[in-house]
Structures are given as structure tokens and as C-alpha cells.
């Protein structure tokens, strides 16, 4: 008997991160976020100003687009994001940061990395280093680490990869005197999401060949020296630049002993795009050794528009990844996407 497989609701909690509010809030110079000042369930709105999400976070300004660095560590759900401290448009991509206990109520935090004279600070994520493999910390004190895509500045073109740390549970961040730990020489060459692969002991690296439609393999011991392991692509699913991708894990139907791997991308798209038009993400279903991932064909019936399944059939759900280091005991996959799609999102 054939057998399909999909993402279980048990298994994938889908949340949202909205648009820019600095042009649609009823805000006066008094009004606050209330959930800045409340470390617990809030017994009346979070949020103050009329027109405001209630349960979608958005900044308190500016513009904000694809979530950043997820990572649980000590208690909190840390949320970074792509933010423009300057303005309601696209631009001067820094990582805004904001953190939860529940994923409801949202604190906002400082700036977290902000660009320089020559990088924007593109997406990327972010893991705990519990063994200290890069040395940042101590085992006592191990340090969150981002792994972002340096974007450089004009007049000069291309992308890398680059880390930064930090050891106050990602209140402060200090950007890697090395970086960049991984360079190309490629124009767009983007959004790497860093895993610790339990089977292999190693640190694996997916980041995306943007243009190439093709997802990149690579593995390091310690977060700063990375080796190439393979290419993913799938013709057919040429539908937009390939971005943000994820790969995890999940139980076929709760089974723990049964798992398979997810492979998650998501697509730059304007006119065209996804199945609703536009952004939005696709995924497949297969194998990963350590080395390459291994789509089942059996498991992913082809769709009418290549061999793949969608992970959204809306337009607004778009740079979804999911968090690192969530509790075993949680047992959740855990996501969240820009309620946003590049048709109409300045």
C-alpha cells in the first residue's frame, strides 16, 4: 500500500509575524506595547493601539519582513527578524530581536545586529552551542550563536556567511572577528539554516543558491569551518528564487522510532510564484544521511506544478522557519512566516 506523508498539525504550529506598522497605528507618543512591560499572560490586550495585531507581532515601528535566528534557550522563545531601524520601507537590513514565553506575548527587545559600512545583515538563524564547539563560551555558559548572510553594500556585489555571538541569553551580540566563515564569490547566496545533526556529530549548514534554484549542503565541527557536501535541486519547481530554507525531522504519525526529513523552501516570487501567486513556500519529503537529502518519490505525488507540496495555500505566509532547541519534551516543530507576499508588500 502506498503511503503519503504530510506535515501534521500535531507537529508543525503555524504562527505569523506581521508587516511594518509604522504607517497603520492610531499610536500618540504615550501609547506602548503592553506586552514590553508584562512578563506574563496578560489579562487584556497586548497591544494598545486600535489598529494593531493582537496576535501576530509586529515591531513597534518601521519595517520588519522574514523572521531570523528562532532559538529556545533558559525559558524563552528569542525571535529575530529582518528590520529597518530607519524607515517603513525595505532597507538597511539590521536583525530586530523580540522574546516570548508563551509565543503570544512578545517583548521587544534592542536592535540585535545591526549593519555596517559594508554588510547588511541578511536572514539567517541561530542554535545554542551547548558543547562550545566554536569557543565562543564555556560549557558552563554556553553561547547562542547567529549564523546570517552578509549582504555587502554598493557598489560592490555578493554574499556571505557570517556569525555573530552572544553569552546573556542574546541580550547583547558581538560579531565574529573571522567572518566571513563561508565565501562563495556568489552574488545571491543566502539564508543559511544551521542544525546540530545528531547522527553525523556535526554542524550542517542549508543555505540557498538563490538563482540557481538550488539548495547547498555543507558541515563543520565548530560553526567557523565549513566543507561542502552536496546540491539539492528539483526541476519543475523553478517558480521563484529559492530563500530561507529549513530542514528538520518529524514523526510519521507521532511514531518517534519513524521519522523523515523535511526539506522546506521558500519562494522570492512576484507575479507568479507559489500556488496562491506570488511568495510563498514549498517542501519535500525524503532522506538526509548527512551528506544529501533524498526526496521520496513515493511519498510526494506530484503536483500540477512540479514535485513538490505546498506548505501554504494563502498569500500571506511567506520566509517561514521553524525554531531550534525547542524541549524534547515539547515534542512540537515549531514555525512562523511573514504574514507578507512580495505582489504588494512596499
Known sequence: MR????????SALALAVAGCTGSNTTSTPND??????????????PYQETFRPQFHFTPKENWMNDPNGLVYHNGEYHMFYQYNPYGDKWGHMS??????????????????????EEYMIFSGSAVVDH???????????????????????EPEKGQDQQLAYSLDNGR?????????????????FRDPKVIWHEESEQWIMVVALST?????????????DWTFLSHFESPGSELGIWECPDLF????????????????????????????????GLYFVGEFDGKQFIPDEDAMPESESGPHQ????????????????VPEEDGRRIWVGWMNNWQYAQ
Not at 32 to 45: L, R, V
Not at 172 to 188: C, I, Q, R
Request: negative net charge.
Open 3 to 10: 503511503k503519503t506523508f504530510t506535515l501534521p498539525l500535531t
Open 32 to 45: 506602548t506595547a503592553a506586552s514590553a512591560e508584562t512578563s506574563g499572560p496578560a489579562t487584556t490586550a
Open 95 to 116: 536583525w530586530g530581536h523580540a522574546i516570548s514565553k508563551d509565543l503570544v506575548h512578545w517583548e521587544e527587545q534592542k536592535v540585535a545586529i545591526p549593519e555596517d
Open 131 to 153: 558543547h562550545n564547539t566554536s569557543g565562543f563560551g564555556t560549557k558552563d555558559n554556553p553561547p547562542m550563536v547567529a549564523i546570517y548572510t552578509g549582504h555587502k553594500q
Open 172 to 188: 547583547t551580540w558581538t560579531k565574529y572577528a573571522g567572518n566571513p566563515v563561508l565565501d562563495e564569490g556568489m552574488e545571491n
Open 212 to 224: 540557481d534554484y538550488k539548495i547547498a549542503f555543507y558541515s563543520s565541527p565548530n560553526l567557523k
Open 249 to 280: 525531522a518529524l514523526p510519521i504519525d507521532g511514531d518517534e522510532d519513524k521519522r523523515k526529513w523535511v526539506l522546506e523552501v521558500d519562494l522570492g516570487a512576484g507575479e507568479e510564484g507559489s500556488v496562491a501567486g506570488g511568495s510563498g
Open 310 to 325: 505546498w506548505v501554504d495555500y494563502g498569500k500571506d505566509f511567506y520566509a517561514a522557519v521553524s525554531w531550534s532547541d
